[in-house]
């Protein structure tokens, strides 16, 4: 898609019914990501999301049996040897991921190597790494901003470049950098909060409908508010029983 200049549209969903919806929608990636940990299961963070938990999930987004490629997140601490990397991966697409993704660059290139020798094609994840939060004081902080950072993400993108990975999550990285990245780089970069210039975009589903409506990230603009709209049918339904 990159390379026929076509835009990539990517999103997660957790379940059945909104897999099918959106295999239905034609888009061509769904992520069942560990989002789900905060969107769907109540947890503060990412860090809690378990393999079991994602197992789960993916086995019923893959129910759908859905045209789109389904990508399965690799969750905090279940990849941080290529040993454990390659067991926690083909656990996933035993439940129905067709790939993985992981979260970072350089330093876990020798885990990315592993999951792709036994065959399983893996995503690449940089910028604001959501696992990360806590290391980083509990703050989803912009990156790229300044030399330095701008440097360590174009050195992680040559590192996943090396690794021909065909695709990598920018997130919250700064137009500029996630630009320079999507024009050096060969894999297509599907941006999130990331500004424009990606090669495709990412949401996590439940912020584009306003369905998780108690935190809205400053970069979405959700085109519906499911939310509100199910606290008002409730309350009609229930007042005229
Ligand atoms: O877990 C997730 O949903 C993600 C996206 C926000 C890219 O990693």
Partial sequence: MKAARQRIAALTAYDYPMARLLDEAGIPIILVGDSLGMVVLGYPDTTHVT???????????ARTRPRALVVGDLPYHTYQSPEQAVSSAQRLVAAGAEAVKAEGGRDILPQIRAIQSVGI??????GMLPQHVLEEGGKYRVK???DAGRAKLLDDAAALAEADLPAVV????????AREITAQFPFATIGIGSGPDCDGQILVTHDLLGAFPWFTPKFVQPKLTLGEDVRRVVREWAANL
């Fill in 170 to 177: 920018l997130e919250l990285v700064t137009p500029p950098v």
């Fill in 144 to 146: 790229g901003k300044d």
């Fill in 121 to 126: 094609p893996v995503i690449g994840h940089l």
């Fill in 51 to 61: 393999l079991a938990e994602m197992e789960h999930h993916l086995r019923a987004v």
